[in-house]
């Protein structure tokens, strides 16, 4: 069986993008943090079975994070590093609907940030 992928990069970057000073808000900022949490969780469970569809995941939702966090964001990668991560979760709506459920609330806050 695979063992699990050690994604504690992107939660380490994800937690510092949460920390700018773009990000005021400190009940934005717990709720993000939990869902990165959460988030982890999701693909260290699928990275069992997976581990290459769980890196592929965690790529976009970093890669989505970081445009989202931008000092000065830029719309078009943004939409389209947001619509990677939405598409690489697509395939788990039946296996793993909480990843999917994780994903579209981050997807909705990285959008509005």
């Known amino acids: 069986m695979t063992q699990p ?3 504690g990069t992107l939660s380490d970057a994800w937690r ?3 920390m700018m000073e773009s990000m005021v808000d400190e009940k934005r900022k717990a709720e993000l943090e939990r869902q990165l949490s959460t988030l982890q969780a999701e ?5 069992l079975t997976d581990a290459d569809r769980a890196k592929t995941i965690a790529g976009f939702a970093e ?3 970081h445009e989202a966090t931008r000092p000065s964001p830029h719309p078009e990668l943004l939409e389209l590093s947001v619509a990677g991560l939405r ?3 697509q395939e788990f ?3 793993h609907p909480r990843l999917v459920d994780i994903v579209g609330a981050l ?3 990285l959008s509005n940030v």
Do not use: G, I
């Not at 693909?43 to 990275?47: F, G, I, N, Q, R």
């Open 87 to 89: 598409k690489s979760v």
């Open 107 to 109: 997807v909705s806050m």
């Open 16 to 18: 510092a993008a949460a």
């Open 43 to 47: 693909l260290d469970e699928l990275a």
């Open 5 to 7: 992928t050690d994604f």
């Open 93 to 95: 709506e039946e296996t």
């Open 63 to 65: 890669l989505s994070a």
